[in-house]
């Protein structure tokens, strides 16, 4: 089966540290997205990403978040500083040409910070 | 904007009880409706989704939900459960207009599955 991959699948940092989650959508799939769940504010779409282009990541921080997808095979999400406030699990999500077949997910990226 | 409304946070049931788990959402617009299964540290699985015609939709391991246009409602129903059912469950709208695929989805619902 097909999988969306997912790195580091753990994290421990400490506060103000440059964190990077990478995620290799399933090829050929051109809609990928990122999550944050946390038991408090459940799932979080904070940016996702149409053939390469952000469309929208409003959900995002902007001061200390960026998403990016420097080529077709993968999709960075970096947190720099890190707060402890930040500790979630981050996953990835990636799908074809919109919504009608549902997208796959990663097994998620466990941030936490200290 | 779209919001998805999960009534309950937790429901145990007994296994091969019935169960039914329910989610509500609210749209300005039509919209896609899914049911998604995450079990313990895994990340989310599809487990049914309505896009149009019948509004009864069923998943290949027994879960059925049906779209209720008027209740604004997409309810998840097993009529027998088993301890493998025992995850959490969400489920998740994305307006049809654009079609951007962006999903919203519930606070989740865990189902705990007694033997």
């Known amino acids: 089966d097909a999988r969306v991959t997912q790195t580091p699948r753990h994290k421990v940092t400490e506060m103000g540290q440059e964190v990077t989650m990478r995620c290799q959508p399933i090829l050929g799939h051109n809609t990928v997205f990122w999550y944050r769940q946390t038991m408090m504010q459940g799932l979080e779409l904070l940016a996702y990403?149409?053939?390469?282009?952000?469309?929208?990541d409003s959900g995002m921080p902007k001061d200390r978040f960026s998403a990016e997808m420097p080529d077709a095979t993968l999709a960075t999400l970096k947190i720099q500083p890190s707060e402890p406030r930040d500790s979630a699990v981050y996953f990835c999500?990636?799908?074809?040409?919109?919504?009608?077949?549902?997208?796959?997910f990663g097994s998620g990226t466990r941030l936490t910070v200290v | 904007a779209q919001s998805v409304t999960q009534l309950d946070s937790q429901v145990p049931v007994f296994e091969e009880a019935p169960v039914e788990l329910r989610c509500n959402y609210s749209s300005s617009v039509s919209v896609y409706l899914f049911w998604y299964v995450q079990y313990p540290n895994q990340g989310l699985q599809l487990l049914l989704k309505y896009l149009s015609g019948s509004t009864l939709v069923e998943s290949i391991n027994g879960f059925e939900a049906e779209f209720n246009k008027s209740q604004t409602s997409f309810h998840l129903r097993k009529p027998s459960v088993h301890i493998s059912d025992t995850a959490e469950y969400f489920c998740a709208v994305s307006a049809m207009a654009g079609n951007t695929g962006k999903l919203i989805f519930g606070q989740g619902t865990t189902l705990q599955v007694k033997p």
């Open positions: 999500a990636s799908g074809f040409q919109g919504i009608k077949g549902g997208y796959t």
């Open positions: 990403f149409r053939n390469r282009a952000p469309l929208d």
